[in-house]
């Protein structure tokens, strides 16, 4: 598998062809998202779709590794590095710069925590991203959040 183009950016496979993915027409791409302490997560070295992604650090009993998020509404995405995920697992999410937890939103139907990703960098509750820690319930509530947005009059970013 080819990680690496020619100016040292690292591509991701993606099932989505670019060409696909923007006869959507209401494409929502998230274009900036933080830690609560301000960190931008967006992060160009994971590319999704010809979008940046969303990288996070995971850690659970001594591992950790990255995750990169695909940044676009509606196409659930995920690639790791350094470690493996496996469907079910409780991970705990962290910002890749300061290292400390993201906050708690609330728990989660599935027995994980709902973590927050703020849209913008005043730590507002209101604006942000929403995710659970269990994988693969992750993907839904990512989902679920963006429509719940989207549907009260208009994208929240
Ligand atoms: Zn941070
Ligand atoms: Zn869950």
Redo the contacts with the bound molecule.
Sequence with gaps: MKRFDKKGMMLFPNPIKKTEICKHKELLVIEKCF?H?G?NLINEHAVFNGFSGIMLKVCRGGQSGTVALSPVYGYKSRVTLDISLKSGEIWDVC?P??D?HLPVYSECTCGGKIFALFLNKKTDFSKCILLCNRIDCFNAEIKLEHEMAYYSGGYMI
């Design positions: 830690c302490n960190h910002c710069v300061c400390e």
